[in-house]
């Protein structure tokens, strides 16, 4: 797996400092420019010192700031936009459908060099201690959330979805202290979804958001930020390849509850199966 420069510092975004998101934002508006620039350069348009870049690049994990060229560079130069994902109307359907298999897996780990393991461990614990889980996300993201739902009622915890926005809304209004809000969103901006987690926020509720933009208001007023990758093509958007990503992060949530609920999963899944069972009789 490569030593990704730009997914590290979407991972890492919501715990910068001011100054740190400073260089962040420089790095991530223009990657271009800084392959191509000196410490110094990078310094002097930011109005820091030389060391407050390099003990950034040492923050994400290199070397140093020749180290973080390096590896920016391997990301935006290469001969990647990687060639399986070039599909063109010449193609037939077995090389078209090999393309998008092997973007979903380049997608897949690309978010599973993002995730950050803290994340990912206080997310299990607040759904491990809440007293109910709901799911959140309008468009896509509202396939995605009622998904989280089918599986996350095997768990045994008190877990709830809708697809409608209003329904979404008046359920948020009801959570407590107690209960964790899972707000889905690839761009971590939409309307509805933002009035969701501020809602869930008013309540105290404790939230989690999945999300591909650390800049985005959604990671920034959550408990807990997951983040996934994508890239954009020519045929399928940057949202909508995401989200075989945010399927991913949830089943990982899943079954990381199943293992700590063992016995109430047993119970649940017993329950679940004599139900279906009694309706083929």
């Not at 809304?169 to 761009?187: E, F, G, P, R, Y």
Request: net charge neutral.
């Amino acid at each position: 797996m490569t030593n990704s420069c730009l997914g590290k510092i979407r991972s890492y975004y919501a715990r910068f400092s001011e100054k740190e998101k400073k260089i962040a934002n420089y790095i991530l508006d223009t990657p271009d420019k800084i392959i191509h620039s000196t410490i110094n350069e990078v310094a002097e348009d930011l109005n820091v010192a030389d060391a407050t870049v390099f003990r950034f690049c040492k923050r994400i994990g290199f070397k140093g700031y020749q180290a973080m060229k390096i590896a920016l560079a391997s990301e935006i130069i290469t001969p990647i936009k990687q060639i399986h994902e070039e599909i063109t109307e010449q193609d037939n359907e077995k090389t078209i459908s090999e393309k998008v298999f092997k973007s979903n897996i380049r997608t897949l780990e690309n978010t599973l060099q993002i995730i950050e393991s803290d994340s990912i461990q206080k997310a299990v614990e607040l759904l491990h201690h809440a007293e109910r889980v709901e799911f959140y996300g309008t468009g896509g993201s509202a396939v995605i959330a009622m998904d989280a739902y089918h599986k996350f009622i095997r768990t045994g915890i008190k877990a709830f979805a809708f697809l409608d926005s209003h329904f979404q809304l008046m359920s948020a209004s009801q959570l407590t202290k107690n209960d964790v809000a899972v707000i889905i969103s690839h761009s971590g901006a939409n309307k509805d979804t933002i009035d969701i987690l501020n809602t869930a926020n008013e309540n105290g509720a404790k939230t989690i958001g999945i999300t591909s933009f650390p800049k985005s208001p959604i990671s920034q007023n959550v408990d807990v930020a997951l983040y996934t990758s994508s890239d954009e093509t020519e045929y399928r958007s940057e949202a909508l390849a995401s989200r075989i990503a945010q399927l991913s992060l949830i089943d990982a949530l899943y079954v990381n509850l199943m293992i700590l609920n063992k016995e109430k999963a047993k119970t649940a899944l017993d329950k679940i199966r004599g139900a279906i069972s009694d309706t083929r009789m």
